[in-house]
């Protein structure tokens, strides 16, 4: 079965003094923590074994959050990362955990809504072989990873933040790799960064054609949170979305009792629990109160 990593590691200093004392991936997006997204996702992708990493100060605040991951039917393990080294380092960080499996890796600030999301994600995750990315069209691709791909959805290059970008597909940070992806990152050399890049295991996986290229489509939303506008417009969307539409966006509980990872019993103490809050009430009219 794939499992799955989050990396909610770094600093998030381009939010200071927001993130001053508090990881960034614990900041709210409107009504939950924003690591409540990302888990959504691989949740969807019918991923229950996870691997939360992140830095010594901030770890202990997501296992208090989470807990074991029983709540939500899934089974939370967590890794310290002492300093940014790259993103595939994740997948080194994760070796043990994964075990020979194939994975999936998410970004703990990345945000995606959509309802073509689930089955493309469900699709994606049975395929056990090479590297999956995902793209989304947008307007200025400089600030990205950007992929060209041929007539045939095929991937002929890949750039990081071009000035005179091939395509407008921009790299989200999600990725889906099988078991190869510990070993090939392992092989890295630092870039003049310091750092072992993420596009440069895209590389590798390109070089003995397994690289794989999925676009998000229309009707999708990726958001970013990487400054106080970005984060507040992420906030904005989310709240529009839950109530024009009644339902909540990456409601962990919501997806897990749909899947039936958890039971009536189970939904009804967390909703007790959060009696008092809106979530808390939403979970309720779920159980048909």
Known sequence: MRKG?????????????????????????????MVYYPLSLLMFANIRDILVISTPHDLPKYEELLGDGSDFGLNLSYKVQLAPRGLPEA??????????????????DNIFFGSGIPPLLEKVSAD????????????????????????????????EKPQNPKSNLA??????????????????????????????????????????????????????TGNPDS????????????????????????????????NRETLERLAEKQRNSFYGKYLYTLLGY
């Open 231 to 262: 984060l507040l417009d992420a906030s904005n969307f989310i709240a529009t979305i839950e109530r024009r539409q009644g339902f909540k966006v990456a409601c962990l509980e919501e997806i897990a009792f749909n899947k039936e990872w958890i």
């Open 171 to 224: 790299l989200t940070g999600l990725y889906f790799c099988d078991h190869q992806a510990p070993a090939l990152a392992k092989a890295l050399k630092p870039s003049a960064r310091g750092e072992i890049e993420i596009i440069d295991l895209m590389k590798q996986y390109h070089k003995i054609e397994q690289l794989k290229m999925q676009q998000f489509g229309r009707g999708t939303a990726w958001l970013d």
């Open 91 to 108: 997948f080194i960080l994760a070796e043990d955990f994964l075990d020979g499996a194939p994975s999936a890796l998410i970004l703990g």
């Open 5 to 33: 990593i989050i990396l909610a590691g770094g600093k998030g200093t381009r939010l200071y003094p927001l993130t001053s004392v508090v990881s960034k991936q614990l900041l709210h997006v409107y009504d939950k923590p």
């Open 128 to 159: 056990r072989e090479g590297m999956h990315i995902f793209s989304y069209l947008v307007q200025d691709p400089r600030e990205y990873g950007v992929v060209e791909i041929n007539e045939k959805r095929e991937v002929i290059s890949i750039e």
